[in-house]
């Protein structure tokens, strides 16, 4: 699975050409899809090539208030870390909170095992997702919050393994948005763990990615039973 | 001459500023974390596409080695939460001009806001992003 896009070679001018016809509207109501409506600006953002400001100029317009607003507040949650990030600088790789899991941060391992950094994991979704991780240094959002929900709630490692992974591949990798979110994940920077099932993916993944159910087991099971399964504590 | 340091975070000099852009690839200056030769890469990539000039060591030694030959009268970047650069920032302005252009955020007055969670912060913003 390859993104639409190119990040890797997308430029300052490319962009603006594609912002001209982005519809935030369709953006709201697509964007948890893996072929969504998505900007693909999280590489020229972080690197400072467009600014947020200027495409939040842009879009206004051409569109409503009403209209944009999701795709708004997407680019407020980038200023959300970096305001927190410029206040709190030691809480980049330190837990803003305790886990909200029914464990300590001593229960989770400190290092990514060999499975997950071969892509080779008991989960066929997984393993796509981190093979598109590595190959393109570019992954959806919602990609993202599985794996991490993955790394840290399914194979019980701690988030900071996680995020200096992400760091390492993604051409946008970006400290603030990328560890609070890992955090947010974790539920240490949340109220609530963020986890997923197999039907979750399946819903936002299929027209992108061929899914295998029985190779996917591991993640297979209603919410409740999931929850049971990963927080028994709670 | 007037200096534009590009970072990662700064690849992109604003358009109506004049200077002699400049990236320091600098090892001293990625302690936390690794980058993957992709990654690299990529940010040679950007700053080819704003012709500038890219170098490879320390940072400070770099300018200096450049100020002796061609005085620097004023460095201009961009500034960050980021430990590491506000230090380099602090050493590069005992000896330097230095202009810091402020951290970029989708408000324009005020946005760096206490709050702990997404919501408190997106209405503090809302009033001025609204229209």
Redesign the interface.
């Known amino acids: 699975m390859q993104p639409v896009i190119d990040v ?2 997308f ?2 001018s490319q962009a603006l050409e594609y912002l001209n016809n982005f519809n935030p509207a369709l953006y709201a109501k697509t964007r948890n899809y893996l072929n969504g409506h998505i900007s693909y600006l999280s ?1 020229l ?5 467009v ?3 200027e495409v ?1 100029d842009l879009i ?1 317009n051409k569109f409503s ?1 009403a209209e944009s607003e999701k795709f ?2 997407e ?6 870390w ?6 709190h ?1 030691q809480s ?2 330190q837990d803003v909170e305790d886990y909200k899991t029914g464990f300590q941060a001593s229960d989770y391992a400190q290092e990514l095992p060999e499975d997950i950094q071969q892509s080779q994991t008991p989960t066929q979704v997984i393993n796509i997702f981190l093979n598109q991780l590595r190959n393109t ?1 570019y992954l959806h959002n919602h990609a993202r919050m599985y794996l991490a929900a993955y790394i840290v709630h399914f194979r019980k490692i701690k988030w900071q393994a996680g995020a ?1 992974w992400f ?5 946008d ?4 948005s990328n560890n609070f979110s890992w955090q947010w994940v974790a539920s240490t920077f949340a ?1 609530k763990p963020y986890f997923f099932n197999l039907e979750n993916v399946q819903k936002y993944c299929s027209q992108s990615i061929s899914i295998i159910p029985e190779e996917n087991k591991e993640i297979d099971g209603s919410y409740e039973e999931i929850s049971a399964r990963l927080f028994p504590n709670l | 001459m007037r200096l534009v340091l590009l970072y990662d975070e700064f690849m992109c000099p604003p358009e109506n500023l004049e200077g002699k852009s400049i990236y320091i690839v600098d090892p001293n200056l990625q302690q936390d974390y690794e980058v993957s030769p992709k990654v690299l890469e990529y940010r040679h990539f950007l700053a080819k596409e704003v012709g500038a000039e890219i170098h490879q060591g320390d940072t400070f030694q770099i300018l200096e080695t450049i100020h002796k030959i061609n005085p620097i009268s004023e460095i201009i970047t961009k500034s960050t939460f980021r430990t590491e650069y506000k230090q380099l920032f602090e050493k590069l302005q005992q000896t330097y001009q230095l202009e810091l252009l402020p951290d970029y955020f989708l408000s324009t007055e005020n946005p760096i806001l206490p709050a702990k969670r997404f919501f408190q912060y997106w209405n503090k913003i809302l009033k001025q992003l609204k229209y």
Not at chain 1, 82 to 87: D, G, P, V
Not at chain 1, 173 to 176: F, K, S, V, Y
């Open positions: 890797s070679s430029t300052r590489a953002i972080k690197h400072g090539i600014q947020n400001r939040y206004r208030f708004f507040q680019l407020a949650w980038r200023d959300f970096r305001s927190y990030a410029h206040q600088p980049l790789w240094g200096r760091m390492y591949y993604l051409l990798g970006d400290l603030a109220q």
